[in-house]
């Protein structure tokens, strides 16, 4: 394999990214990512080819939400 695996998305079409120092149980390796405990961390979206809705603004990501799942935050 070439590289960490890919997030895998919800049945609602969703994709739910795991930022914490421990993998949570049964979040699958790609939804998750490491962060090292007591430094900082922040985030950087990287697009590839995106589609006309986000240079027209129709589409931007939503913004970091805690989630209840292990006490971690999760990029939603």
């Not at 993998?23 to 007591?38: D, E």
């Amino acid at each position: 394999m070439l590289g960490p695996p890919a997030a895998e998305p919800s049945a609602d079409g969703s994709t739910t990214v795991f930022f914490g120092p421990t993998q949570p149980s049964g979040v699958k390796r790609g939804n998750w990512i490491q962060t090292t405990p007591g430094k900082g961390w922040f985030t950087i979206l990287r697009l590839y080819s995106p589609l006309e809705p986000f240079f027209s603004k129709e589409w931007r990501p939503s913004e970091i939400e805690q989630v209840s799942q292990a006490g971690g935050r999760a990029l939603q």
